[in-house]
């Protein structure tokens, strides 16, 4: 894994500075402050003065240019301190270390492409963009039990107690001996009147066809899954570079799962030189030891393995750049559950009154124990709406529908705050007040589904395949062109992307702008009762698992005997969610008494998310 790493006031030699990956390291020394690059070159911009150090990871600009990005923000450092993050545009991770002042600056962009891990101890500050160049540590049980949640750990948490990472648009300064969180950057939503469409769809081309042209940097190629995004950019990366695109799509032989058809009507329709492979159960138990061991953190994410094998078929074709759809359904309204979620609202916007003296009397009172099916919906519409938001959006989540006792050991729920992955939810969902609902969704799944998830997963597959992960849709210009879009432009009553639609109708496949989402989803559950060999791999995983004294012993043996086979689909993303933790564990040699003790657990706050 390459990337950025280094120690203020810390007492050892510059060579003691663990590369991420273990690549060679570019280091400059100062005093008793170091800055180690891996694998360095066209990512990365080094600066040294008497004093001062600085670094700027990414493909970064500064007043519109890459040239010399960490010498000018060294400049913008000396004049504007912290503010000068809000100067650097781009997909980045910085670091500022003034032994002059004595002072440390820390950030990373603004939809949180790159990643800063830091830790502060008696000794000093030790920071990296990845987690496994700095010391491991005890395991934090919060985060463990963050992941059962989320299958992620969000920021500003990590697996490891002491050990903490940056938010989007988020930087730490130290200094005076004191360590201060802040924000540089916040997505603000305007939702007064817009321009007209035709305005609008004029701007919203320029921008992608820039961020496009921005990305095809040398050898280029993009994910292909057939998808609105996916598709819109492949024919985009065509159009900018004058030559036919080199697309890549991943296939899976089970119904319900395999959307090549779709990947191939895009490929036909922007004459792409189009590559596909199609997946096997076999594949993915071959490369499981090698996801996690590549992993920094628990990863839960499935479709990290077909993107992985996605990024190898780009690398052995040549590419050393692959762009990503990432940010579309978050910016422009595409994920199914805001659909859903618009039709729960109606039911807020009515009387209460009408609900409290009506509606729900006759429905839980008078007709309760009729069981007719249209009743049976309605009192299953009306419990749902019931659910503020945004705890409805957890409503199938599964260790909130198993029970936390029912799945963990008691000992390690002693530990941890049960409540916690809702209280982050619902510090991000109302940060801003009068928001619209598919607003303040959008601002949940930049951080939840996008920086904490879908991005970790892109980075860390093309990371690992040798390639270059790129996100168009992310640009600093379209953050802003989708703040300003109307709600109804993203969701036009239960119509999802509805201006993006519109402004692509000419774009697009007739095919495409009526198929719904899918992307690169895995079959698990229905490879896991098929396929002895990875069926053993998890079972064999979860065995293991049990010795850890997190998860229950006896939930372990439900699941794996009887739930599974209920329901491969629900019920194997669990088994997915713990083989990946112990598959983790097993990789990063964590010892097997692996849970802090309750009167040892580590207070970290989880503040409103920064998106």
């Given at each position: 894994?390459?990337?950025?790493?280094?120690?203020?006031?810390?007492?050892?030699?510059?060579?003691?500075?663990?590369?991420?990956?273990?690549?060679?390291?570019?280091?400059?020394?100062?005093?008793?402050?170091?800055?180690?690059?891996?694998?360095?070159?066209?990512?990365?911009?080094?600066?040294?003065?008497?004093?001062?150090?600085?670094?700027?990871?990414?493909?970064?600009?500064?007043?519109?240019?890459?040239?010399?990005?960490?010498?000018?923000?060294?400049?913008?450092?000396?004049?504007?301190?912290?503010?000068?993050?809000?100067?650097?545009?781009?997909?980045?991770?910085?670091?500022?270390?003034?032994n002059a002042s004595g002072q440390v600056l820390l950030a990373v962009d603004r939809s949180g492409v790159h990643a800063m891990h830091y830790r502060r101890g008696a000794q000093g500050l030790q920071f990296a963009s990845s987690a496994d160049a700095l010391p491991s540590g005890e395991l934090d049980p919060q985060a463990l039990y963050n992941y059962l949640h989320f299958h992620v750990i969000p920021a500003?948490?990590?697996?490891?107690?002491?050990?903490?990472?940056?938010?989007?648009?988020?930087?730490?300064?130290?200094?005076?001996?004191?360590?201060?969180?802040?924000?540089?950057?916040?997505?603000?939503?305007?939702?007064?009147?817009?321009?007209?469409?035709?305005?609008?769809?004029?701007?919203?081309?320029?921008?992608?066809?820039?961020?496009?042209?921005?990305?095809?940097?040398?050898?280029?190629?993009?994910?292909?899954?057939?998808?609105?995004?996916?598709?819109?950019?492949?024919?985009?990366?065509?159009?900018?570079?004058?030559?036919?695109?080199?697309?890549?799509?991943?296939?899976?032989?089970?119904?319900?799962?395999?959307?090549?058809?779709?990947?191939?009507?895009?490929?036909?329709?922007?004459?792409?030189?189009?590559?596909?492979?199609?997946?096997?159960?076999?594949?993915?138990?071959?490369?499981?030891?090698?996801?996690?061991?590549?992993?920094?953190?628990?990863?839960?994410?499935?479709?990290?393995?077909?993107?992985?094998?996605?990024?190898?078929?780009?690398?052995?074709?040549?590419?050393?750049?692959?762009?990503?759809?990432?940010?579309?359904?978050?910016?422009?309204?595409?994920?199914?559950?805001?659909?859903?979620?618009?039709?729960?609202?109606?039911?807020?916007?009515?009387?209460?009154?009408?609900?409290?003296?009506?509606?729900?009397?006759?429905?839980?009172?008078?007709?309760?124990?009729?069981?007719?099916?249209?009743?049976?919906?309605?009192?299953?519409?009306?419990?749902?709406?019931?659910?503020?938001?945004?705890?409805?959006?957890?409503?199938?989540?599964?260790?909130?529908?198993?029970?936390?006792?029912?799945?963990?050991?008691?000992?390690?729920?002693?530990?941890?705050?049960?409540?916690?992955?809702?209280?982050?939810?619902?510090?991000?969902?109302?940060?801003?007040?009068?928001?619209?609902?598919?607003?303040?969704?959008?601002?949940?799944?930049?951080?939840?589904?996008?920086?904490?998830?879908?991005?970790?997963?892109?980075?860390?597959?093309?990371?690992?395949?040798?390639?270059?992960?790129?996100?168009?849709?992310?640009?600093?210009?379209?953050?802003?062109?989708?703040?300003?879009?109307?709600?109804?432009?993203?969701?036009?009553?239960?119509?999802?992307?509805?201006?993006?639609?519109?402004?692509?109708?000419?774009?697009?496949?007739?095919?495409?702008l009526r198929k719904k989402k899918h992307g690169f989803g895995m079959p698990f559950g229905q490879w896991l009762l098929k396929d002895g060999h990875l069926r053993a791999l998890a079972y064999d995983s979860l065995a293991d698992l049990k010795t850890r004294r997190i998860v229950r012993a006896g939930f372990i043996d439900q699941l794996t005997g009887k739930l599974v086979q209920e329901h491969p689909a629900y019920h194997g993303t669990m088994v997915w969610v713990l083989m990946m933790l112990e598959q983790w564990l097993q990789h990063h040699a964590t010892?097997?008494?692996?849970?802090?003790?309750?009167?040892?657990?580590?207070?970290?706050?989880?503040?409103?998310?920064?998106?």
């Amino acid at each position: 894994m390459s990337g950025l790493c280094g120690y203020w006031n810390m007492p050892m030699p510059v060579d003691a500075i663990a590369g991420p990956g273990g690549h060679p390291l570019l280091k400059l020394r100062d005093g008793p402050s170091a800055l180690a690059v891996a694998a360095p070159g066209d990512s990365v911009s080094l600066h040294q003065a008497p004093g001062l150090l600085a670094a700027v990871w990414g493909r970064a600009t500064l007043d519109g240019s890459r040239e010399q990005v960490a010498a000018r923000l060294a400049a913008a450092w000396r004049a504007r301190g912290a503010q000068a993050c809000a100067e650097l545009h781009g997909h980045f991770a910085l670091c500022v270390i003034d032994n002059a002042s004595g002072q440390v600056l820390l950030a990373v962009d603004r939809s949180g492409v790159h990643a800063m891990h830091y830790r502060r101890g008696a000794q000093g500050l030790q920071f990296a963009s990845s987690a496994d160049a700095l010391p491991s540590g005890e395991l934090d049980p919060q985060a463990l039990y963050n992941y059962l949640h989320f299958h992620v750990i969000p920021a500003p948490r990590s697996i490891y107690r002491h050990q903490h990472r940056l938010l989007p648009g988020e930087y730490v300064l130290v200094r005076r001996g004191r360590m201060e969180r802040g924000v540089y950057w916040r997505m603000r939503f305007r939702e007064e009147a817009a321009s007209p469409f035709k305005v609008m769809r004029r701007q919203f081309l320029g921008i992608l066809n820039d961020a496009v042209r921005d990305a095809a940097d040398g050898e280029t190629g993009a994910f292909l899954s057939g998808g609105t995004d996916s598709s819109t950019l492949a024919g985009m990366l065509g159009k900018v570079s004058g030559v036919a695109p080199r697309t890549y799509s991943i296939g899976f032989e089970v119904a319900g799962y395999d959307e090549m058809a779709y990947a191939r009507i895009a490929a036909r329709h922007f004459q792409t030189r189009h590559h596909e492979y199609y997946l096997t159960a076999g594949d993915v138990a071959e490369a499981i030891p090698r996801i996690t061991a590549a992993c920094d953190q628990p990863f839960g994410n499935s479709s990290l393995v077909p993107a992985y094998f996605c990024a190898q078929m780009a690398r052995a074709d040549g590419v050393t750049r692959l762009i990503g759809g990432d940010g579309g359904d978050e910016l422009f309204g595409g994920n199914e559950r805001y659909a859903r979620q618009a039709v729960f609202a109606r039911y807020e916007q009515l009387p209460s009154s009408l609900r409290q003296l009506a509606l729900e009397p006759l429905l839980f009172g008078l007709t309760g124990k009729l069981d007719l099916r249209l009743l049976r919906k309605a009192r299953s519409y009306v419990e749902q709406a019931l659910v503020p938001m945004p705890a409805r959006l957890e409503t199938y989540n599964l260790l909130h529908r198993y029970g936390p006792g029912q799945v963990l050991e008691a000992d390690f729920l002693a530990a941890v705050d049960e409540g916690n992955p809702l209280a982050q939810l619902n510090a991000c969902y109302w940060e801003s007040h009068g928001l619209s609902q598919i607003n303040r969704m959008q601002a949940l799944d930049l951080r939840y589904t996008l920086a904490d998830n879908d991005l970790r997963k892109v980075t860390t597959a093309c990371d690992l395949a040798g390639v270059e992960a790129a996100f168009p849709f992310l640009s600093d210009d379209m953050l802003a062109f989708s703040a300003r879009l109307l709600p109804r432009d993203k969701l036009n009553g239960t119509r999802l992307r509805y201006f993006f639609k519109h402004a692509l109708r000419h774009h697009l496949p007739a095919e495409i702008l009526r198929k719904k989402k899918h992307g690169f989803g895995m079959p698990f559950g229905q490879w896991l009762l098929k396929d002895g060999h990875l069926r053993a791999l998890a079972y064999d995983s979860l065995a293991d698992l049990k010795t850890r004294r997190i998860v229950r012993a006896g939930f372990i043996d439900q699941l794996t005997g009887k739930l599974v086979q209920e329901h491969p689909a629900y019920h194997g993303t669990m088994v997915w969610v713990l083989m990946m933790l112990e598959q983790w564990l097993q990789h990063h040699a964590t010892p097997r008494a692996s849970v802090v003790p309750a009167d040892a657990a580590e207070t970290v706050a989880d503040p409103a998310p920064r998106a």
